[in-house]
């Protein structure tokens, strides 16, 4: 009994442990030395062509560029090759003409493997890094500019400026565009057509001018009376006094 018991542990162990194989990953073989032949075709090619090369291979099709790729007998694809191209030039206006890079250092990982190595250009320094497949095929190029601290700090500087300045600058522009809300009623009201009423004129104000008696013609004729008594008297006018004045009616006509 102990002795089949121990051969079924045996059995179990050796099934899980062929399980634990079949599911580990082998890890991919990668050649140094093909892969920077590869990067160094790239570089090759890259640094003695004009812009009217790039642009003419930007212009060929897909078909021809992989055809003419596969005359090389470099493992390229025409998609691989482009975006190759454009970070080159990419990297050409950031660093400037290139000069000459170092030696290569391989970093395997589980989906590929990166090569590595410094490069001199023109203007500054860089780090270049091919990424290639399991299959050893380039997927990618990445130049990487190197800045030194005083650029970084000034690069620094002038975002932090230029973010600052564009919110001030939106602040203001906000600031503007509420103040002219105070002249969207009047405008609307001028669109609208309607005209505001306006106040009607006030009446004028009619003053009735109460009669007042003249008394200036009495006057005259207490003079003339007095002139008059006067003269059939014989004597001045200043000793009479005119106590009153009475209009004498006229007779009225009887019928007979």
Same mark, same amino acid.
């Given at each position: 009994?102990?002795?089949?018991?121990?051969?079924l542990? !045996?059995? *179990?162990?050796?099934?899980?442990?062929?399980?634990? !194989?079949?599911?580990?990953?082998? /890890?991919?073989? =990668?050649?140094?030395?093909?892969?920077?032949?590869?990067?160094?075709?790239?570089?090759?090619?890259?640094?003695?062509m /004009?812009?009217? %090369?790039?642009?003419?291979?930007?212009?060929?099709?897909?078909?021809?560029?992989?055809?003419?790729?596969?005359?090389?007998?470099?493992?390229?694809?025409?998609?691989?090759f482009?975006?190759?191209?454009d970070?080159? %030039?990419?990297?050409?206006?950031? !660093?400037?003409?290139?000069?000459?890079?170092?030696? =290569?250092?391989?970093?395997?990982?589980?989906?590929?493997? $990166?090569?590595?190595?410094?490069?001199?250009?023109?203007?500054?320094?860089?780090?270049?890094?091919? #990424?290639?497949?399991?299959?050893s095929?380039?997927?990618? *190029?990445?130049?990487?500019?190197?800045y030194? /601290?005083?650029?970084?700090l000034?690069?620094?500087? *002038?975002?932090t400026? +230029?973010?600052?300045?564009?919110?001030?600058v939106? +602040?203001?522009?906000?600031?503007?565009?509420?103040? +002219?809300?105070?002249? $969207?009623?009047?405008? #609307?009201?001028?669109?609208?057509?309607?005209?505001?009423?306006?106040?009607?004129e006030?009446?004028?104000?009619?003053?009735?001018?109460?009669?007042?008696?003249?008394?200036?013609?009495?006057?005259e004729l207490?003079?003339?009376?007095?002139?008059?008594?006067?003269?059939?008297?014989?004597?001045?006018?200043?000793?009479?006094?005119?106590?009153?004045?009475?209009?004498?009616?006229?007779?009225?006509?009887?019928?007979?």
């Amino acid at each position: 009994m102990k002795k089949k018991l121990s051969i079924l542990v !045996c059995m *179990l162990v050796f099934v899980l442990g062929l399980s634990a !194989c079949s599911g580990q990953k082998e /890890t991919a073989e =990668y050649n140094q030395e093909a892969l920077a032949q590869v990067s160094d075709f790239l570089i090759s090619n890259f640094s003695q062509m /004009t812009e009217e %090369q790039f642009e003419a291979f930007h212009s060929t099709s897909e078909y021809a560029l992989n055809y003419t790729l596969m005359n090389t007998g470099v493992p390229l694809e025409s998609d691989a090759f482009l975006a190759a191209m454009d970070a080159w %030039q990419a990297a050409i206006k950031e !660093c400037g003409t290139y000069a000459d890079h170092g030696d =290569y250092s391989m970093e395997v990982k589980s989906d590929g493997a $990166i090569l590595k190595a410094n490069a001199s250009f023109e203007n500054r320094d860089a780090v270049m890094e091919f #990424a290639f497949d399991e299959e050893s095929k380039l997927e990618s *190029l990445t130049v990487s500019a190197e800045y030194t /601290t005083g650029e970084i700090l000034t690069k620094a500087g *002038l975002n932090t400026v +230029l973010g600052m300045g564009t919110v001030f600058v939106m +602040l203001i522009f906000m600031a503007w565009l509420i103040s +002219l809300m105070k002249y $969207i009623p009047v405008i #609307a009201e001028k669109f609208s057509g309607k005209k505001k009423e306006e106040p009607s004129e006030a009446a004028p104000v009619v003053v009735e001018e109460t009669e007042i008696a003249d008394e200036t013609d009495d006057l005259e004729l207490v003079a003339v009376i007095t002139a008059a008594i006067a003269a059939a008297e014989g004597t001045s006018s200043d000793g009479f006094v005119v106590r009153s004045i009475k209009k004498r009616r006229k007779p009225g006509k009887w019928n007979a």
